[in-house]
């Protein structure tokens, strides 16, 4: 998911709206966060059929938000300067394109080079929609409309588990895993045929440049950091792999000083440096960092554990994940109410505490129950784990939200979003380090290695939660 942000636009609104407006946009945000969710119940199926390693199935999730967080902004800015319809549309036909070479992939090197262009074409999607909400609705309509947005956002990633363990056990014409992907292709052929219609075009006032050198050196940075840490430890950890660890901080530190050249000269940097002066952004993207980096992590080793370690279905599984998206609906709609009686600050830590809480919980569950235990054992943990989740994920962005003023917000929204899919994929290429590196020991020793080192992340990122500023911050 994305902070919200919205851009000027060259015109007014129009007088007249189409209806179906809201529908195609939210359709292209359903595309994008769905498939972040549903692929975790289909992996132990991707394994068996396409004889994918470990490595592979970490680049099928890491490489999504790998993806995604590169050309984020860059996509903004496109959109910006050509039109945001234009790249809506380009987004949405990349991202049906890339579902449909998911869903027919013959190995698991196809599947992998398919994920990474359906993170392009979310990348796309991403801040077009915001732009265009921004542009189509003003006032009390845009507050609706907005409200739509977050709210399909959150059913799409609290429902993706089941919906994909449902498709799996429907294995509609025997396509088994494969209609996890085939399945967003109907939905962005019509969106796509609908847009043209439906939206108009907008551009920025004043449209900035694309910063194509500090896109390079920030892809190769953490490419150079995540590839190695996925693919390392199968390979038995080559030379490559030390030398590209070694590259990732000087190729990040050089994307860093382009980004302070640019600013110095008044030209337009991907992530503005000024923004990360401040004790209280600094401290908000290092919470949003560890935040996320225990996000996609854990959906892929709960995923995991529950189909190879208890040899749950994959319906099965996913109806284990409605146990945290229950508590997590229920504590994201109440975060608003929350932050404003106690606080942005408070709230995080509350949050980031019972992450760690429920992991602990789960961990012990675990341990006590074995893998092939009850799993109801494992409820009062995941519940914890889910209450934790909605009271964090929208204080953190909104109370570093708060701390910006009107000119900045845009640009540090953008910041957030692109640190929220930073975070998903170094955090897959770690756990997932813990989770396989153990796994020769068993599913269940591997699960609860990766439970103690999530517990420990959320720890440090409840505590990092305290440099955040005191006052009460509206989400």
Request: hydrophobic share 55%.
């Given at each position: 998911?994305?902070?919200?942000?919205?851009?000027?636009?060259a015109?007014?609104?129009?007088?007249?709206?189409?209806?179906l407006?809201?529908?195609?946009l939210l359709?292209?945000?359903?595309?994008?966060?769905?498939?972040?969710?549903?692929?975790?119940?289909?992996?132990?199926?991707?394994?068996?059929?396409?004889h994918?390693?470990?490595?592979?199935?970490?680049?099928?999730?890491?490489?999504?938000?790998?993806?995604?967080?590169?050309?984020?902004?860059?996509?903004?800015?496109?959109?910006?300067?050509?039109?945001?319809?234009?790249?809506?549309?380009?987004g949405?036909?990349?991202?049906?394109?890339?579902?449909?070479?998911?869903?027919?992939?013959?190995?698991?090197?196809?599947?992998?080079?398919a994920?990474?262009?359906?993170?392009?074409?979310?990348?796309m999607?991403?801040?077009?929609?915001?732009g265009?909400?921004?542009?189509?609705?003003?006032?009390?309509?845009?507050?609706?409309?907005?409200?739509?947005?977050?709210?399909?956002?959150?059913?799409?990633?609290?429902?993706?588990?089941?919906?994909?363990?449902?498709?799996?056990?429907?294995?509609?014409?025997?396509?088994?895993?494969?209609l996890?992907?085939?399945?967003?292709v109907?939905v962005?052929?019509?969106?796509?045929?609908?847009?043209?219609r439906c939206?108009?075009?907008?551009?920025?006032?004043?449209?900035?440049?694309?910063?194509?050198?500090?896109?390079?050196?920030?892809?190769?940075?953490?490419?150079?950091?995540?590839?190695?840490?996925?693919?390392?430890?199968p390979?038995?950890?080559?030379?490559?792999?030390?030398v590209s660890l070694?590259?990732?901080?000087?190729?990040?530190?050089?994307?860093?000083r382009?980004?302070?050249?640019l600013?110095?000269?008044?030209?337009?940097?991907?992530?503005?440096?000024?923004l990360l002066?401040?004790r209280t952004?600094?401290?908000?993207?290092a919470?949003?960092?560890?935040?996320?980096?225990?996000?996609?992590s854990?959906?892929?080793?709960?995923?995991?554990?529950?189909?190879?370690?208890?040899?749950?279905?994959p319906?099965?599984?996913?109806?284990?994940?409605?146990?945290?998206?229950?508590?997590?609906?229920?504590?994201?709609?109440?975060?608003?109410?929350?932050?404003?009686?106690?606080?942005?600050?408070?709230t995080?830590?509350?949050?980031a505490?019972?992450l760690?809480?429920?992991?602990?919980?789960?961990?012990?569950?675990?341990?006590?129950?074995g893998?092939?235990?009850?799993?109801?054992?494992?409820?009062?943990?995941?519940?914890?784990?889910?209450?934790?989740?909605?009271?964090?994920?929208?204080?953190?962005?909104?109370?570093?939200?708060?701390?910006?003023?009107?000119e900045?917000?845009?640009?540090?929204?953008g910041?957030?979003?692109?640190?929220?899919?930073?975070?998903n994929?170094?955090?897959?290429?770690?756990?997932?380090?813990?989770?396989?590196?153990?796994?020769d020991?068993?599913?269940?020793?591997?699960?609860?290695?990766?439970?103690?080192?999530?517990?420990?992340l959320l720890a440090?990122?409840?505590?990092?939660?305290?440099?955040?500023?005191?006052?009460?911050?509206?989400?």
């Amino acid at each position: 998911m994305t902070a919200l942000t919205t851009r000027p636009a060259a015109a007014p609104a129009p007088p007249a709206t189409s209806p179906l407006a809201l529908p195609v946009l939210l359709a292209g945000t359903v595309l994008m966060v769905l498939d972040f969710f549903i692929v975790n119940v289909a992996l132990p199926s991707i394994q068996v059929e396409l004889h994918a390693g470990a490595a592979a199935l970490e680049w099928v999730v890491a490489g999504y938000g790998l993806t995604l967080a590169v050309f984020l902004v860059t996509a903004g800015r496109i959109g910006d300067r050509v039109g945001r319809r234009r790249v809506f549309c380009a987004g949405v036909a990349v991202f049906t394109a890339a579902s449909a070479a998911c869903g027919l992939a013959p190995d698991p090197a196809v599947l992998v080079a398919a994920r990474l262009a359906q993170g392009l074409g979310a990348a796309m999607i991403a801040p077009t929609v915001l732009g265009l909400i921004g542009v189509l609705y003003t006032g009390e309509r845009q507050a609706r409309a907005i409200g739509a947005y977050a709210t399909v956002m959150g059913v799409a990633a609290a429902s993706g588990q089941l919906l994909g363990g449902g498709l799996l056990a429907l294995d509609v014409a025997g396509l088994g895993w494969r209609l996890v992907f085939l399945v967003n292709v109907p939905v962005g052929l019509l969106a796509l045929a609908a847009a043209p219609r439906c939206l108009p075009e907008s551009r920025a006032a004043v449209a900035t440049t694309v910063d194509v050198t500090g896109l390079v050196l920030l892809t190769l940075g953490l490419t150079a950091l995540v590839l190695p840490l996925v693919d390392g430890r199968p390979a038995g950890w080559p030379a490559w792999t030390l030398v590209s660890l070694a590259a990732a901080p000087a190729l990040l530190g050089l994307f860093v000083r382009r980004q302070r050249a640019l600013s110095r000269r008044g030209q337009a940097p991907l992530l503005p440096p000024e923004l990360l002066r401040t004790r209280t952004v600094g401290a908000g993207l290092a919470c949003q960092l560890g935040f996320w980096m225990g996000q996609a992590s854990y959906f892929l080793v709960l995923g995991l554990a529950l189909q190879l370690g208890r040899g749950l279905s994959p319906l099965a599984s996913g109806l284990v994940f409605t146990i945290m998206a229950g508590s997590y609906l229920v504590a994201s709609t109440a975060a608003p109410a929350v932050v404003r009686r106690y606080g942005g600050r408070a709230t995080v830590v509350a949050g980031a505490s019972g992450l760690a809480l429920g992991h602990a919980l789960t961990l012990a569950a675990s341990v006590t129950a074995g893998m092939h235990g009850p799993v109801l054992a494992l409820a009062p943990g995941l519940v914890v784990t889910g209450t934790g989740m909605g009271l964090c994920l929208g204080p953190i962005a909104a109370t570093v939200l708060a701390s910006a003023t009107s000119e900045q917000a845009g640009a540090l929204s953008g910041v957030l979003s692109t640190v929220q899919q930073v975070g998903n994929a170094v955090g897959v290429a770690l756990i997932g380090l813990v989770f396989f590196g153990a796994a020769d020991a068993g599913y269940g020793r591997a699960f609860t290695e990766s439970l103690a080192v999530l517990a420990a992340l959320l720890a440090a990122v409840a505590a990092g939660a305290r440099f955040l500023p005191r006052p009460i911050a509206p989400a």
